[in-house]
């Protein structure tokens, strides 16, 4: 089993920044993937970013040159750094973990509400 408990969210105005982080603990895989998804209202989650435990990202579209994904392996902690927040990053950004040993299930942090006022 593997909790993952989030952090950082809240209401921003456009154009600011906020960061989240999830914090991992458990049975913790040394080869893994976390990162973030969303879901705004009457949407389906979708990606937001995602970072190997070798340091290997993958971030989506929309975020690409505002959001940065970092993480600590020590701590095994994830971070999202959001800049130049638009209302439509509005949504619950949830906290992602896979481990990277076959047939292990994924892990969702119970969300954390984002909300950017124009």
């Known amino acids: 089993q593997v909790q993952l408990v989030e952090s950082g969210g809240g209401l921003e105005q456009a154009g600011g920044s906020l960061r989240l982080s999830c914090a991992a603990s458990?049975?913790?895989?040394?080869?893994?993937?976390m990162g973030w998804y969303r879901q705004a209202p009457g949407k389906q989650r979708e990606l937001v970013a995602t970072m190997t435990s070798g340091g290997s990202t993958n971030y989506a579209d929309s975020v690409k040159g505002r959001f940065t994904i970092s993480r600590d392996n020590a701590k095994n902690t994830v971070y999202l750094r959001m800049n130049s927040l638009k209302p439509e990053d509005t949504a619950v950004y949830y906290c992602?973990?896979?481990?990277?040993?076959?047939?292990?299930?994924?892990?969702w942090g119970q969300g954390t509400q984002v909300t950017v006022s124009s």
């Open positions: 992602y973990y896979a481990s990277g040993r076959r047939g292990s299930p994924d892990y």
């Open positions: 458990g049975s913790i895989f040394s080869i893994n993937i």
